[in-house]
T-cell receptor
Framework: AQSVAQPEDQVNVAEGNPLTVKCTYS??????LFWYVQYPNRGLQFLLK??????LVKGSYGFEAEFNKSQTSFHLKKPSALVSDSALYFCAVRDITGANNLFFGTGTRLTVIP | SAVISQKPSRDICQRGTSLTIQCQVD?????MFWYRQQPGQSLTLIATANQGSEATYESGFVIDKFPISRPNLTFSTLTVSNMSPEDSSIYLCSAIQGFYGYTFGSGTRLTVV
């Protein structure tokens, strides 16, 4: 079965500092990994995905994520946080054993402090 | 990637009534998915809706409670039937284009009173 874990419910970071939102995964076979962001009263917005290729994936709004196969991790990063980055972040994995839907982690609420 | 229009964006409903949520995709997609996001929680898959066949429900979700229609490749509806306050959630539809192009509707915030 596919699963993702986001070990931190809440991450606080000062504006201008680098941020990391953690995600680890467990899959059978090759992982297809995604990051989404959810702003209040909004749907999910796609940030980036890893399918194959370079372990460092660059996405929207200056975010990037590093795929680490040995540590089964796919942490989301940004060099310099903005207050507007404050939102709920979800890591997801494609469920290749089921209906090819996305299976989501529990989410991490990021707060960027001015 | 595809764009999904979902409506209503929010509703307040009386217990015992039903609400139908609609999702319109701007291009043809094979698979559509319906998720529930309970307050402060993650997204849980309700069912997968493929055109021309009955929806496939995940464990804990049944057709009588969440009937789904998928009349063509650009449209789907989810009905939340005989609602109770426990059904208060955000409901999201999703579609996939190609192998990895997942897109989501903006969600329906349902409050049952």
């Amino acid at each position: 079965a596919q699963s993702v874990a986001q070990p931190e419910d809440q991450v606080n970071v000062a504006e201008g500092n680098p941020l990391t939102v953690k995600c680890t995964y467990s899959v059978s076979g090759n992982p297809y990994l995604f990051w989404y962001v959810q702003y209040p009263n909004r749907g999910l917005q796609f940030l980036l995905k890893y399918i194959t290729g370079d372990n460092l994936v660059k996405g929207s709004y200056g975010f990037e994520a590093e795929f680490n196969k040995s540590q089964t991790s796919f942490h989301l990063k940004k060099p310099s946080a903005l207050v507007s980055d404050s939102a709920l972040y979800f890591c997801a994995v494609r469920d290749i054993t089921g209906a090819n839907n996305l299976f989501f982690g529990t989410g991490t609420r990021l707060t960027v402090i001015p | 990637s595809a764009v999904i229009s979902q409506k209503p964006s929010r509703d307040i409903c009386q217990r015992g009534t039903s609400l139908t949520i609609q999702c319109q995709v701007d291009s043809q997609v094979t698979m559509m998915f319906w998720y529930r996001q309970q307050p402060g929680q993650s997204l849980t898959l309700i069912a997968t809706a493929n055109q021309g066949s009955e929806a496939t429900y995940e464990s804990g979700f049944v057709i009588d409670k969440f009937p789904i229609s998928r009349p063509n490749l650009t449209f789907s509806t989810l009905t939340v039937s005989n609602m109770s306050p426990e059904d208060s959630s955000i409901y999201l539809c999703s579609a996939i284009q190609g192998f990895y192009g997942y897109t989501f509707g903006s969600g329906t915030r349902l409050t049952v009173v």
